[in-house]
């Protein structure tokens, strides 16, 4: 697909990542040594939007007080790539067909056509068909881009991706940190594959980056993991009920013992139990030895 020179329309829910496959598109087109211009259609006023994707000449407007060329043109003979397309404005939704359609731009406050050589790839995490149908979103245009569409399934549905995406950005993170956290336990990577990543890759990634600057081993702990993670594995759990007390007993005394550096005097005053209780408990759960 990425060879190709079609139009591609992305799409999916928050956070999965749909950038960046946009990003690895134009790396693996024959555009690749061209310029890629990257638009926030949802960040730019109503009012600028045609300005910014078409350029203006000088005294188009109000503050128009020098030609300026647009994103179309800046990408000419690469690619540009149009983020959160539903929030263009239907006038400049039908300014944008025109452009597919005559691969050509004028700019705001000009009657001249201007060629542009440029591979358009959109990107939504709003249903378009929906968007037509509540004449949000002009239906030609849909058509228009939606000539290679590409989904993005949401990190729930391919959980397998987690052991890479881990890996991935603990890379990332070490070299800006100065870490070498070399991965997950294999109790927290059970909890990453657990967890449903309602914010998809972009909470995985915020994650890592928060457990690697935190980090004091080169395996990332159980202990370490926000409640929300452990909480879904531990809905997950079958079996009886003292099995699963012993779980809970063994995490949040060893995450204790992990707050209080294996302290076990402060570990006990802070579980409000005696230190001899606390010694009988970590040889039972496993917690292995631990400072004095």
Same mark, same amino acid.
Request: net charge positive; with cysteine; aromatic share 6%.
């Given at each position: 697909? #990425?060879?190709?020179?079609?139009? !591609? +329309?992305?799409?999916?829910?928050?956070?999965?990542?749909?950038?960046?496959?946009?990003?690895?598109?134009?790396?693996?087109?024959?555009?690749?040594?061209?310029?890629?211009?990257?638009?926030?259609?949802?960040?730019?006023? &109503?009012?600028?939007?045609? &300005?910014?994707?078409?350029?203006?000449?000088?005294?188009?407007?109000?503050?128009?007080?020098?030609? #300026?060329?647009?994103?179309?043109?800046?990408?000419?003979?690469?690619?540009?790539? *149009?983020?959160?397309?539903?929030?263009? /404005? +239907?006038? #400049? =939704?039908?300014?944008?067909?025109?452009?597919?359609?005559?691969? &050509?731009?004028?700019?705001?406050? &000009?009657?001249?056509?201007?060629?542009?050589?440029?591979?358009?790839?959109?990107?939504?995490?709003?249903?378009? @068909?929906?968007?037509?149908?509540?004449?949000?979103?002009?239906?030609?245009?849909?058509?228009? +881009?939606?000539? +290679?569409?590409? %989904?993005?399934? /949401?990190?729930?549905?391919?959980?397998?991706?987690?052991?890479?995406?881990?890996?991935?950005?603990?890379?990332?993170?070490?070299?800006?940190?100065?870490?070498?956290?070399?991965?997950?336990?294999?109790?927290?990577? @059970?909890?990453?594959?657990?967890?449903?990543?309602?914010?998809?890759?972009?909470?995985? %990634?915020?994650?890592?980056?928060?457990? !690697?600057?935190?980090?004091?081993?080169?395996?990332?702990? =159980? %202990?370490?993991?926000? !409640?929300?993670?452990?909480?879904?594995?531990?809905? =997950?759990?079958?079996?009886?009920?003292? @099995?699963?007390?012993?779980?809970? %007993?063994?995490?949040?005394?060893?995450?204790?013992?992990?707050?209080?550096?294996?302290?076990?005097?402060?570990?006990?005053?802070? *579980?409000?139990?005696?230190?001899?209780?606390? #010694?009988?408990?970590?040889? =039972?759960?496993?917690?292995?030895?631990?400072?004095?």
């Amino acid at each position: 697909m #990425a060879p190709q020179d079609s139009t !591609v +329309l992305i799409t999916g829910e928050t956070g999965t990542g749909k950038e960046l496959v946009a990003l690895e598109i134009h790396r693996r087109s024959l555009r690749s040594a061209h310029p890629l211009c990257i638009v926030n259609c949802a960040a730019i006023p &109503s009012e600028l939007i045609e &300005s910014e994707l078409f350029g203006h000449e000088r005294g188009a407007f109000t503050s128009a007080y020098r030609k #300026a060329i647009g994103k179309f043109e800046m990408a000419h003979g690469g690619t540009i790539l *149009l983020d959160e397309i539903t929030a263009l /404005p +239907l006038e #400049a =939704q039908s300014r944008l067909l025109r452009v597919l359609q005559e691969r &050509s731009i004028q700019r705001v406050g &000009s009657t001249k056509a201007i060629p542009v050589d440029v591979r358009v790839v959109a990107i939504t995490n709003i249903d378009l @068909k929906t968007a037509v149908s509540q004449s949000r979103f002009r239906e030609d245009l849909y058509y228009r +881009l939606n000539v +290679l569409p590409i %989904e993005v399934p /949401p990190l729930r549905e391919r959980k397998e991706d987690i052991p890479l995406l881990v890996k991935h950005f603990l890379d990332r993170f070490n070299k800006k940190a100065g870490k070498h956290v070399e991965g997950l336990s294999p109790e927290a990577l @059970k909890c990453f594959m657990a967890y449903d990543w309602p914010g998809n890759v972009r909470e995985l %990634e915020n994650l890592l980056e928060r457990l !690697v600057v935190l980090a004091e081993r080169s395996l990332i702990p =159980q %202990e370490s993991l926000p !409640v929300d993670i452990l909480s879904e594995e531990v809905f =997950q759990m079958r079996g009886p009920l003292k @099995k699963a007390v012993q779980k809970f %007993e063994q995490r949040y005394i060893g995450a204790i013992l992990e707050k209080t550096r294996g302290n076990r005097g402060k570990t006990a005053d802070l *579980l409000g139990i005696h230190r001899s209780t606390l #010694a009988d408990k970590i040889q =039972q759960l496993g917690l292995g030895e631990s400072n004095a």
